[in-house]
């Protein structure tokens, strides 16, 4: 067995560099904090990333999906599908805008959302019933959007693709093209989150990519209190000072100096997703011969976001990681299990396979400075419990 380790190894955590630090402090000696030259060169850097036509950065991934929700004019009352295993946040959005969200059940391979359970959804209710679907590719791992937007084209709704798990993750498509998540070619909107542990970390920050103008000029819009100061698109012009509100927006604005770190997170995001995707592989190697502990399946366009085991005794294995320093995490709790939801009449039981997921899944340490020895570690430790 491996050393103890002196500090705890979390499931994810970012990577900040000496020229990260440069490009932050470069901005803080510049004249601009919040809407400098940053902002714009981020957007068109991601875009180009992610092979989207139109980028826009905004506080954070939940203020992307807000902001989506609202350009794509959710009503109260409109119908919204999502996955039960994801982070709230992709429920939420539907919320904000006082539609209602429902629930299919997830593909128990790869805990994504089952596009045939969306089938039969939207198959058991009249056309119209539904307006929009939310799929995540969840831990990285991408949806199949062409056939999303096939079922989205016969039930006429919007995507919004959660995509915070997977910049630069792709799925091949039924012409054996690779469909780069957030590209637009098939969702609508695409959002990303620069949390922390997300792939590209700027301490808060979001991006929305989509290949529609009209979209694309609308969030312009909302991310700034809903104020334009394009005369072309004025209803009157006072003087060079004027500019006007159009409808109810937010400042949900991404500042500078985050978009430099952003800048310069984004130049070593391939790297990154290469050690991500080592990494992975050799979990996959190290489980292939313990019985009792299952991976999720992979694919090659996995972005690796997290590496979830499935096992039986869950909390066992959960409490015996934490004894030795190796601080796991669960993804996620079944969103229509939590009491705010439940409200709305969602209950346990509702999703059994995405709850059955749920006692089963651990996602283990995986980013792209951990060392090999500290997976051997956490690989040993989880055979020690196994064989215990
Ligand atoms: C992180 C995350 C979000 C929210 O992003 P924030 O930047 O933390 O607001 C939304 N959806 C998923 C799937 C996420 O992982």
């Not at 359970?117 to 679907?133: D, I, M, T």
């Not at 999720?296 to 320093?325: C, F, P």
Request: with cysteine; hydrophobic share 40%; aromatic share 12%.
């Amino acid at each position: 067995m491996s050393n103890f380790p002196t500090h705890p190894i979390p499931y994810g955590r970012q990577h900040i560099t000496e020229s990260d630090i440069e490009a932050v402090t470069a901005t803080l000696r510049s004249d601009y904090l919040t809407q400098g030259p940053k902002v714009g060169e981020f957007e068109e850097q991601f875009a180009a990333y992610v092979g989207a036509r139109y980028a826009v950065a905004v506080s954070n991934g939940t203020a992307a999906l807000h902001l989506c929700a609202l350009a794509l004019q959710v009503q109260p009352g409109q119908r919204v599908i999502t996955t039960p295993i994801t982070f709230a946040a992709s429920a939420n959005c539907v919320r904000y805008c006082g539609g209602e969200v429902h629930f299919a059940d997830i593909n128990p391979a790869t805990a994504l959302i089952d596009l045939q359970a969306v089938r039969r959804l939207l198959e058991s209710h009249p056309k119209g019933y539904f307006h929009g679907l939310i799929p995540v590719d969840f831990a990285g791992l991408p949806v199949n959007l062409e056939e999303a937007r096939m079922l989205a084209d016969e039930f006429g709704l919007w995507i919004i693709e959660d995509a915070c798990h997977a910049p630069g993750g792709y799925f091949t498509d039924s012409r054996g093209h690779q469909q780069s998540c957030g590209n637009g070619q098939y969702a609508d909107l695409a959002i990303f989150s620069f949390h922390p542990v997300k792939h590209i970390a700027t301490g808060e920050g979001g991006m929305i990519t989509t290949n529609r103008e009209d979209l694309y000029q609308e969030l312009l819009k909302l991310r700034t209190h809903g104020i334009t100061k394009d005369p072309a698109q004025m209803h009157r012009h006072d003087g060079g000072w004027y500019m006007e509100m159009q409808e109810l927006g937010y400042n949900y604005r991404m500042p500078d100096m985050l978009c430099a770190l952003g800048i310069s997170q984004l130049q070593r995001a391939n790297e990154g997703l290469a050690r991500r995707r080592q990494l992975a592989a050799r979990y996959d190697e190290a489980f292939a011969d313990i019985s009792g502990v299952t991976s999720l399946a992979g694919a090659g366009g996995h972005a690796y976001h997290l590496y979830v085991i499935e096992v039986e005794d869950r909390k066992g294995l959960y409490d015996w990681l934490r004894a030795k320093q190796i601080f796991a995490q669960v993804h996620y709790i079944p969103v229509h299990t939590m009491p705010y939801y439940q409200q709305f009449g969602w209950k346990p039981g509702d999703f059994p396979l995405a709850e059955n997921y749920y006692q089963r899944c651990l996602s283990i340490p995986l980013f792209p400075s951990l060392t090999d020895e500290e997976q051997d570690y956490a690989i040993a430790c989880i055979r020690e419990f196994i064989d215990r």
